[in-house]
């Protein structure tokens, strides 16, 4: 039986995520690490109310991922393989023991405050069901935006201007297809991240970055990672190249996931997998009234 962990990306955020980490001591030096990182607890953001700012909403999924995984770790099997959607990705490597709770936290900053200049007009990212490539992929170039993600088939993130973005709903929409607007407010994963890559490749090279502790599929392609060197190249290169989340899951099965948990505080992941995988035991952490519940289904599923 093997294991993987996935880790969400940004917009799985919500007011109530660190509820089932509050008691726990091993989330607790996570979030020390956020404090003493951002200058700020996360109930402060919380009460904030600014969960969906970029430059906050990066450093938050990373640190409530880590302090997800620290909590359940020692009460589920060894991990066999990590995979991260987006931002997801760099906390799956520290999970993976390649980085330290400081530095996961202070990279993710980083990454959000270079991304944010990389294009300074206003941006953003849109869900778009229902069409195929042949037919979306010129809707795009027409409207100068770009597919970021490839969830499936039919199944594609698109992000670039706010303006164009709404141009590209109203031809998407036209054809047919069901849109959702995406409380992310940068244009991840494509060319108008270019200039983030290399300053994001240097902070990669000179911080303390280990060999993951087990693979970690990069979400450009699906490959399995397996050292400091490529994972750095894969996590930079993300920020301007399209993610294909669709064969992600396709590794997952190749490598023989048998059982697939989905950290807090995100659920789309595993309900994803659940629809491309249905052989795969696919569930999230916040489906379970508690960490113990979460750690008891994934230990019935490997036994």
């Not at 700012?53 to 909590?71: G, M, R, S, Y």
């Not at 060197?229 to 301007?240: C, G, K, N, V, Y």
Request: charged content about 20%.
């Amino acid at each position: 039986m093997t294991l993987g962990i996935l880790c969400p990306g940004q917009s799985a955020q919500a007011p109530d995520m660190i509820d089932r980490l509050r008691d726990a001591p091993e989330a607790a030096l996570v979030f020390d690490a956020f404090r003493e990182v951002m200058g700020a607890t996360i109930d402060d953001i919380l009460s904030e109310g600014r969960l969906h700012e970029n430059a906050i909403a990066q450093p938050v999924i990373c640190a409530v991922e880590l302090a997800a995984f620290h909590t359940i770790r020692h009460a589920i099997p060894e991990p066999s393989y990590f995979a991260g959607y987006s931002i997801g990705e760099l906390a799956a490597y520290g999970c993976a023991g390649s980085i330290n709770a400081r530095d996961l936290i202070r990279l993710a900053s980083l990454r959000a405050k270079l991304m944010d200049a990389a294009y300074p007009e206003p941006t953003g990212m849109i869900a778009i069901r229902g069409l195929r490539e042949t037919t979306l992929a010129p809707i795009c170039t027409s409207n100068a935006v770009h597919i970021a993600i490839c969830n499936g088939e039919d199944r594609f993130v698109v992000a670039g201007p706010v303006d164009k973005i709404a141009l590209a709903t109203t031809d998407a929409e036209r054809h047919g297809a069901h849109v959702t607007r995406l409380p992310v407010k940068v244009a991840s994963h494509t060319p108008l991240m270019h200039s983030a890559v290399v300053a994001f490749a240097r902070a990669l090279e000179e911080t303390d970055f280990k060999n993951p502790t087990a693979p970690v599929l990069a979400g450009i392609d699906g490959v399995s990672v397996r050292s400091r060197d490529m994972a750095i190249r894969r996590l930079s290169a993300q920020l301007e190249t399209r993610i294909d989340w669709q064969g992600c899951m396709e590794s997952l099965k190749e490598v023989g996931c048998t059982t697939l948990l989905e950290l807090l505080p995100g659920g789309d992941l595993s309900s994803m997998a659940r629809d491309r995988l249905p052989s795969v035991s696919s569930r999230s952490m916040i489906e379970f009234k508690s960490i113990d519940a979460a750690a008891q289904w994934v230990s019935r599923k490997e036994a």
